[in-house]
């Protein structure tokens, strides 16, 4: 698995990224983050979130939904904020992704590929192995 530290600094190089953190949705914890400011605070916003992660997980199994979540974007008048959870081959890995954009600086669309792409690597274990190296990987795991 990639390290956290290669996750934040690729997502801090998405054009338009103004904060960036990879958090716990089932405890809230904070697992590292990078930007923000005095004005928004991360270490508020980021396990904030988990709330929102867990209600849609929550919605979609009350609804029978067998899908997986790719990505939660919010839209401000100023911002998008995307949220990717991470799929991991445990269960035990409840983590998510939270990009923080500069809507007048950022490409939304290419920013959702560059996390998805940064979310991949992050679940790799290494060269050879995860679901890069695996194109039946999202098949079998009743991904896309």
Partial sequence: MADIDYVLNAATNIKGAFAVAIVDYESGMT???RGG?????LDVAAPG???VVRAKFDVMQKLGLRETIEDILITLDTQYHLIRPVYSRTEDDKI???LVL?????N??????DLKMIAQRFTMDGPDSGPAADPGYYQQ???R
Avoid: H, I
Wanted: net charge positive; charged share 25%; glycine share 8%.
């Fill in 37 to 41: 400011s005095a004005e928004f605070d």
């Fill in 108 to 113: 939304l669309a290419m920013a959702r590929r």
């Fill in 141 to 143: 795991a009743g991904r």
């Fill in 96 to 98: 998510f992704f939270y």
């Fill in 31 to 33: 697992l590292g983050s």
């Fill in 49 to 51: 979130n988990s709330e």
């Fill in 102 to 106: 500069n809507r007048q600086q950022a």
